[in-house]
């Protein structure tokens, strides 16, 4: 069945640092890709998504590529800061299983000053 | 972009009563709604899924009696925990589809519960 990996937390970076996040995917059709943020205290909000193959999503500074040769959709930031401290999770949404979601666990990423 | 509300954003109640939740989404029309459970510092677990006018599908382990799901209009959701205890205080989630959005899923703010 679908699924969704991504690389274990938690992620402590001094601000300014280079961001990745691994992501890689199981599934049955031909997903889209999506990166979502839960700040501390809040629900999650929509990062950034990929709807087909070498797509890349970018929002804030953050990029993500859809990759199918790898199965793959890693979360990069040149420089982080401090506000990117948060909870990040990949996901995916498949129209083969009537687009239900699959999450990944979360990765918490905390940037020191 | 679609918004999704709920409410209360927190709440605390005694052990024994029931607590509704509501999840509105404001500016679509949601055919499907899901519910997540958060655990501290863990991932999301889906509780149910709701479809408009129709009984909530429950994933595997979820009390049907305990987590009283009504989706009944196209726009509101109600998650009602009966009978709460403590081992139900935990951060709800609610989310929302609209077909023609490429699937993507729009998230409440959550709601955080505490049964003392």
């Known amino acids: 069945g679908d699924s969704v990996t991504q690389m274990e937390g938690p992620v402590t970076l001094s601000e300014e640092a280079f961001l990745t996040i691994n992501c890689t995917y199981t599934a049955t059709g031909y997903p889209s890709l999506f990166w979502y943020v839960q700040y501390p205290g809040e629900g999650l909000q929509l990062l950034l998504k990929?709807?087909?193959?070498?797509d890349k999503g970018s929002n804030k500074g953050f990029e993500a590529t859809y990759r199918k040769e790898t199965t793959s959709f890693h979360l990069e930031k040149g420089s982080v800061q401090v506000s990117d401290s948060a909870v990040y999770f990949c996901a995916l949404s498949d129209p083969s299983t009537g687009n239900q979601f699959y999450f990944g666990t979360g990765t918490s990423l905390t940037v020191i000053p | 972009g679609a918004v999704v509300s709920q409410h209360p954003s927190w709440v605390i109640c005694k052990s024994g009563t029931s607590v509704k939740i509501e999840c509105r989404s404001l500016d679509f029309q949601a055919t499907t709604m899901f519910w997540y459970r958060q655990f501290p510092k863990q991932s999301l677990m889906l509780m149910a899924t709701s479809n408009e006018g129709s009984k909530a599908t429950y994933e595997q382990g979820v009390e049907k009696d305990k987590f009283l799901i009504n989706h009944a209009s196209l726009t509101l959701s109600t998650l009602t925990v009966t009978s709460a205890h403590p081992e139900d205080s935990s951060f709800y989630i609610c989310s929302a589809t609209e077909q023609g959005l490429s699937g993507e899923l729009f998230f409440g703010e959550g709601s955080r519960l505490t049964v003392l």
């Open positions: 990929a709807t087909k193959a070498d």
